[in-house]
């Protein structure tokens, strides 16, 4: 099963002020800028929270906190040169911004410099450097680091294949509530992989991952009964999973679902 790399994208859960759009009037009035205000602004647009979702916006904000100082700003706009949001993609670019938030002590920026390196955006794919950034930010507590680390010893990538490594690390991750870890987890309880094979466990790290919204897990379970994997076969809980992943934008899921139908038609009229 694909394991998926933990990006320090703009994705945070931040509960932010609504007093933005006073802000917006002041900044363009020329007063004293606050920087905090100008990435909760580009944190604002850039996830859409309570406007209109607006990558551009997004990128100035971002753009002029850099401007005028900020390490934090670096990395949020190295991400958008990366992703290519509100401005032309650009790894070179955001490989640069990544390094200067690098040097200033930014952990995001380490973490996203080895994705960028473990992916091979913009640079020759390395796994060697991509654990060797990952390790210095998992030493100054990244919980991101410390997944893909699990990630990378579980598959052998620039270390030591380790799976018994791995499940010690994702099981730190998963206390650290990190969702991706628990799918990894379970996989590795249910395969029966660096650690002794359980499926009940597997199912309930399966199922509390899904409650959080996470596709990957939605997925699994998706498989793990259609196929009998730990469970009992149940190709109609299968197709109620896969619909759940279909729904947050899974396309493999929507895969299994079509192999599933094919197969299984008198179902999936059922619970259309």
């Known amino acids: 099963m694909n394991k998926i790399f933990s990006f320090f994208a703009l994705c945070s859960m931040v509960v932010f002020s609504n007093s933005f759009n006073a802000f917006e009037v002041i900044e363009k009035n020329n007063t004293t800028i606050d920087i905090n205000k100008l990435i909760e602004l580009g944190l604002i647009y850039k996830n859409g929270i309570g406007v209109k979702q607006d990558y551009n916006k997004s990128f100035h904000y971002f753009f002029k906190a850099?401007?005028?100082?900020?390490?934090?700003?670096?990395?949020?706009?190295g991400v958008m040169y990366l992703n290519g949001y509100g401005i032309e993609q650009?790894?070179?670019?955001?490989?640069?911004?990544?390094?200067?938030?690098?040097?200033?002590?930014?952990?995001?920026?380490?973490?996203?410099?080895?994705?960028?390196?473990?992916?091979?955006?913009?640079?020759?794919r390395n796994y060697n450097k991509s654990v060797r950034l990952y390790?210095?930010?998992?030493?100054?507590?990244?919980?991101?680091?410390?997944y893909n680390l699990a990630l990378l010893?579980?598959?052998?990538?620039g270390i030591k294949k380790n799976e018994k490594l791995a499940v010690k690390l994702y099981k730190f991750a998963v206390?650290?509530?990190?969702?991706?870890?628990?799918?990894?987890?379970?996989?590795?309880?249910?395969?029966?992989?660096?650690?002794?094979?359980?499926?009940?466990?597997?199912?309930?790290?399966?199922?509390?991952?899904a409650k959080k919204g996470n596709v990957a897990a939605f997925n699994t379970l998706g498989?793990?009964?259609?196929?009998?994997k730990g469970v009992k076969e149940n190709k109609r809980t299968a197709y109620k999973f896969w619909k759940e992943a279909v729904k947050l934008g899974s396309k493999s899921a929507g895969k299994n679902l079509n192999f599933l139908c094919k197969d299984n038609e008198n179902i999936c009229i059922d619970l259309k």
Request: charged fraction near 30%; avoid cysteine; hydrophobic fraction near 45%.
């Open 66 to 77: 850099v401007i005028n100082g900020s390490v934090k700003a670096k990395n949020y706009l």
């Open 90 to 124: 650009n790894f070179l670019k955001a490989k640069e911004l990544f390094l200067e938030a690098k040097k200033e002590g930014s952990i995001k920026a380490i973490n996203n410099l080895a994705f960028m390196y473990a992916n091979g955006l913009g640079v020759d």
């Open 135 to 146: 390790r210095i930010a998992s030493k100054k507590g990244s919980v991101v680091a410390i």
């Open 153 to 157: 010893l579980e598959e052998g990538k």
């Open 175 to 209: 206390a650290k509530k990190h969702i991706l870890a628990e799918t990894n987890l379970a996989i590795m309880y249910l395969e029966g992989r660096g650690v002794k094979k359980d499926a009940k466990k597997a199912l309930n790290l399966l199922k509390d991952s």
């Open 223 to 228: 498989y793990m009964f259609a196929v009998g």
